[in-house]
């Protein structure tokens, strides 16, 4: 069993990160002059600021928000001891007090890319040792960083501020007002379409290295998602062609599913997973805590007896005999769990499944592209790959998007994908397909309140957070999300 997952990052100047904290609006306050003075001088302290910005994803407040608004408005996961926040999350009663929407964090990360984006020119003008490769590459993962935060944001929040320049003085507008989500998605898929070039194919020193770190395929997988998003598939479709022809991931071996990519981590079918060890406190906290059975959240049980035959099933993706989540607590299909201390798993933000099946939805739904053959094909590299046996559903568009559903469900459960991927689908076509959201009702209600969460769900305008209330108080030029101005 592996016991240090990765080290590569593990000489990150502290007193670096401890620098660039900061408490007021959007973590945007100027930073220590110091930075700006003394510590931009050479390729060595660009790299150390770059681990700074890996770093700064990997706060469980970032780690746990990533993951979670991902899975709890969907119909996965169930509240065994949840924290009232993430209890009222999952119903979709939301209000601006609720702490876990506080985005802080995300900005945090953002401003440490910025910074980079700032000062690494500074730094290669003084270090003739520095290359303009070296330079471009460190950019580009910065950039592709940022990008994937901001990716976050947008799926959650529609619009938020787009800070694009670093806090490193006075000069900086402090108070942004909220870009609409079309600025937003047009400056990530600008952004990450300039950075490819600039990006490493990978990285040979170790596994963790290369997955952990941003490269070609990472940058693609991020814009082929937001293209999807987007509802743009034809550029979808080039962006995970790209990728594909990358010929650098493929779909493990459907006997080896969960351990090489839950139990060991950085398989040949990940793209990007995040390395650090607060990951272990996010998903040790979430499903396990002292053991499985007090674990905060528990799943659907009625999932696992759909699908017999299949390598993502009981033991695997969950332990109906615990009805605790087992992907990322188990250690292998007869049951053993890790000790508390022995959480070293990699957060997954995309792998090669992920892919194939982002490709047969564009190919699905693109209208200069469409091939419903080719569709299947992708969808059922992922789905045999499971059972041994090919994906059973008729060519037609409406029975494969059930499927592609379906099969998304059953390969990401609880990876925090789910409920992106209801709403991905219930918004199309302005909203034909709101059955799938409030359908969650029935999942959320007890026997006296279905009506009541039901309404929590009707209005279209809830399915995005609420801006935290402090930032509201702080920024005068930020408008709260329309759902929550009453």
Not at 182 to 195: F, P, S, W
Request: proline share 3%.
């Amino acid at each position: 069993m592996k016991r240090n997952i990765i080290k590569i990052y593990a000489i990150i100047p502290m007193l670096f990160i401890t620098l660039f904290s900061c408490d007021s609006y959007l973590e945007l306050e100027p930073e220590d002059s110091l930075i700006q003075q003394e510590f931009w001088k050479n390729k060595e302290q660009v790299s150390a600021a770059l681990a700074g910005c890996y770093a700064s994803m990997n706060q469980s407040g970032f780690t746990d928000r990533a993951l979670l608004w991902g899975e709890l408005r969907g119909d996965m996961l169930v509240s065994v001891r949840a924290g009232n926040d993430q209890l009222n999350m999952m119903k979709n009663y939301m209000f601006p007090s609720n702490g876990f929407v506080n985005w802080n964090v995300f900005y945090k990360t953002i401003n440490h890319c910025n910074l980079v984006l700032t000062f690494a020119d500074q730094a290669q003008a003084n270090d003739l040792s520095f290359s303009e490769q070296e330079l471009k590459r460190i950019k580009a993962e910065a950039i592709t960083i940022r990008a994937l935060v901001y990716t976050i944001l947008v799926k959650n929040f529609k619009e938020v501020p787009l800070v694009l320049t670093a806090t490193s003085s006075t000069a900086v507008d402090f108070y942004p007002a909220k870009n609409t989500e079309e600025e937003i998605i047009t400056q990530i898929t600008a952004d990450l379409e300039g950075a490819v070039s600039g990006l490493s194919l990978g990285f040979a020193q170790s596994a963790a290295h290369d997955k952990g770190k941003m490269t070609k395929g990472a940058a693609l997988a991020i814009l082929a998602d937001i293209y999807l998003w987007n509802e743009q598939y034809d550029k979808c479709i080039d962006a995970t062609n790209r990728l594909i022809g990358l010929n650098k991931y493929n779909l493990v071996n459907g006997a080896d599913w969960f351990n090489d990519i839950f139990f060991e981590g950085n398989s040949s079918e990940g793209i990007f997973e995040l390395q650090f060890s607060e990951i272990n406190a996010t998903l040790k906290n979430s499903f396990y805590y002292v053991n499985p059975i007090y674990a905060p959240y528990s799943g659907i049980q009625e999932l696992y007896r759909e699908f017999p035959d299949d390598v993502r099933e009981d033991l695997a993706t969950f332990d109906i005999a615990y009805n605790s989540v087992f992907k990322y607590a188990g250690v292998n299909n007869l049951g053993f769990y890790r000790a508390s201390d022995q959480f070293y798993n990699t957060l997954i933000f995309y792998r090669y499944a992920d892919v194939l099946l982002m490709q047969a939805e564009a190919y699905i739904l693109s209208t200069e592209n469409k091939d419903l053959n080719r569709a299947y094909a992708l969808m059922n590299q992922v789905a045999e790959r499971a059972t041994g046996a090919p994906l059973d559903v008729n060519i037609l568009e409406g029975d494969l998007l059930s499927a592609l559903l379906k099969e998304r469900q059953k390969e990401f459960a609880f990876e925090g994908k789910r409920w992106y991927d209801l709403l991905r689908f219930a918004k199309r076509n302005n909203f034909e397909n709101q059955y799938l959201i409030l359908d969650l009702a029935i999942e959320k209600a007890g026997p006296d309140d279905y009506d009541q969460i039901l309404s929590y769900f009707s209005d279209k305008e809830s399915y995005y957070l609420p801006i935290y209330q402090n930032e509201i108080n702080l920024n005068p030029n930020l408008i709260q999300n329309p759902y929550y101005t009453n």
